[in-house]
T-cell receptor, first 112, second 111 residues
Framework: DTGVSQDPRHKITKRGQNVTFRCDPI?????LYWYRQTLGQGPEFLTY????????KSRLLSDRFSAERPKGSFSTLEIQRTEQGDSAMYLC??????????FGPGTRLTVL | DAKTTQPNSMESNEEEPVHLPCNHS???????IHWYRQLPSQGPEYVIH???SNVNNRMASLAIAEDRKSSTLILHRATLRDAAVYYC????????????FGKGTRLHILP
């Protein structure tokens, strides 16, 4: 068990570009969550998968955001036409049979 | 999810006990009290949780008031590595969905 991993750890992009982040959950964890965290705030929920099904999306997830978990294992979060307000830490978490969420180290996005 | 209230920040001396308070006056009977912490430049990590009785684990202790409207996370002997933001969270039993985080308490440890 190597924990939740996220790639890349840091991403700098120019406004208007598309970016994609990857999350690899703990193996056999069937629930996967994405959160966003801005400076000085706690993480905010974005979306949630049970296996490959996306069960809930926050109103924070505008139509420029899309998340997938095609085979019920890893997940990707894509942001199209990035804006400076998208600059944040993007966190992924997974859970198994118990309720504890295990978080990855996050991907820090900076939009110039 | 029910709301919690925590101090914005606290300080403690190294190797002394730390008591982090949390108020949750609107807690329902099926809400568990969870604590997570977030070390600098890391994702949050689970610390402890409880329903009614006090709980102990290798990281901390959780003291829950008899009326469950408040709780205290206790770090018995703080080290510099305990400097983090500590989040008190209410989660309904048998719910496996999102966590609603507040701003938490930023704990500073003085050497």
């Amino acid at each position: 068990d190597t924990g939740v991993s996220q790639d890349p750890r840091h991403k700098i992009t120019k406004r208007g570009q598309n970016v994609t982040f990857r999350c690899d959950p703990i193996s056999e964890h069937n629930r996967l969550y994405w959160y966003r965290q801005t400076l000085g705030q706690g993480p905010e929920f974005l979306t949630y998968f049970q296996n490959e099904a996306q069960l809930e999306k926050s109103r924070l997830l505008s139509d420029r955001f899309s998340a997938e978990r095609p085979k019920g294992s890893f997940s990707t979060l894509e942001i199209q036409r990035t804006e400076q307000g998208d600059s944040a830490m993007y966190l992924c978490a997974s859970t198994g049979l118990l309720d504890t969420q295990y978080f990855g180290p996050g991907t820090r996005l900076t939009v110039l | 999810d029910a709301k919690t209230t925590q101090p914005n920040s606290m300080e403690s001396n190294e190797e002394e006990p730390v008591h982090l308070p949390c108020n949750h006056s609107t807690i329902s009977g099926t809400d568990y009290i969870h604590w997570y912490r977030q070390l600098p430049s890391q994702g949050p990590e689970y610390v402890i949780h409880g329903l009614t009785s006090n709980v102990n684990n290798r990281m901390a202790s959780l003291a829950i008031a008899e009326d469950r409207k408040s709780s205290t996370l206790i770090l018995h002997r703080a080290t510099l590595r305990d400097a983090a933001v500590y989040y008190c969270i209410l989660r309904p039993v048998n719910r496996d969905d999102k966590i609603i985080f507040g701003k938490g308490t930023r704990l500073h440890i003085l050497p």
